[in-house]
């Protein structure tokens, strides 16, 4: 190789860098006056009770209109669990049909019905498609818990090692990519280059925080002006911001759907092309809430 090959071969590589560390900086910037207007922001209580808190904010972040909707809820008077079908049926009637108190979309499925995904419901594994796409990611996570346990968890997984890492858990449902483990953001290279799925989407996660206590969150999108979405960076600093230590991306989209038992669909479904409640999509699986105790025991 000649010198001059060899030095604009180093000027490119230098060039390349200056390309990445700008790239890498400017969310950093952004993020300074977008954690401020985000926690600064007109939080609209939804539902303030029996150890459930639900807000909704509509503000500018990431230089785009967001609406974000948080469902946070205390671990030990509520038991998480996974609702599966075989057909595609709607968040809401498959959380109805389970006497569920509050419900969020799950994770991926095929538009034919069974769920491309892995779950264990009551403690049996559901049989489940997969596609190769998901066997070769490894940054998947479960979302874990007992039936009657008083935690929820955030395990960091591969495909393969899912049935061993679920084995004390009744009720486990396997998503990605993972967003946050320990406050650290945990997305694989694949997962910040541009294409479908990584871009601004409606998103759907699962989070918890450093007290325990768990949150299903919404992100609308497909609505212009009103509610763009995010990419998956930006909903990994969105958590950070929002105070969680572990989150877990789920199907977002147009499957993105909260459910409460007395406020009916909470966010704005995109199904219909519309900025309304009316947009559910059918799915095949559900995470759920309900309450371990009721409130008029003693």
């Not at 469902?71 to 709607?90: P, W, Y």
């Not at 999108?221 to 009103?226: I, M, T, V, Y």
């Amino acid at each position: 190789m000649t010198n001059s090959n060899t030095i604009t071969t180093k000027l490119r590589a230098v060039l390349l860098l200056a390309i990445l560390a700008i790239m890498q900086v400017q969310p950093v910037f952004a993020s300074d006056k977008d954690s401020i207007t985000l926690v600064n922001a007109n939080w609209q209580t939804l539902y303030d009770e029996d150890g459930v808190q639900l807000k909704l904010a509509n503000c500018h972040i990431f230089n785009a209109q967001q609406n974000i909707i948080v469902l946070t809820f205390n671990a030990r008077e509520f038991s998480m669990q996974v609702g599966v079908s075989d057909t595609l049926i709607e968040t809401s009637r498959m959380a109805e049909s389970l006497n569920a108190d509050f419900a969020i979309n799950g994770s991926f499925f095929d538009f034919a019905g069974p769920a491309l995904t892995f779950i264990k419901k009551h403690g049996r594994i559901h049989p489940s498609g997969v596609s190769p796409e998901q066997t070769s990611r490894n940054n998947w996570g479960l979302v874990v818990a007992g039936s009657n346990s008083r935690s929820v968890k955030i395990i960091p997984s591969a495909y393969g090692d899912m049935p061993e890492k679920s084995a004390a858990y009744d009720n486990v449902l396997a998503s990605y990519p993972l967003l946050l483990k320990g406050r650290t953001i945990c997305l694989d290279s694949c997962d910040y280059v541009p294409n479908k799925f990584n871009n601004r989407n409606p998103r759907s996660l699962v989070a918890i925080d450093s007290s325990g206590n768990v949150a299903f969150v919404t992100l609308d999108g497909r609505a212009d002006g009103k509610a763009m979405g995010m990419t998956l960076y930006e909903e990994c600093k969105m958590a950070l911001w929002l105070g969680f230590t572990d989150a877990l991306n789920l199907d977002g989209g147009g499957s993105t759907t909260l459910w409460a038992r007395s406020l009916g669909i909470v966010n704005c479904p995109s199904d219909n092309k519309k900025f309304d409640h009316e947009g559910e999509r059918k799915v095949s699986n559900i995470l759920y809430i309900k309450r371990l105790f009721s409130r008029f025991s003693n």
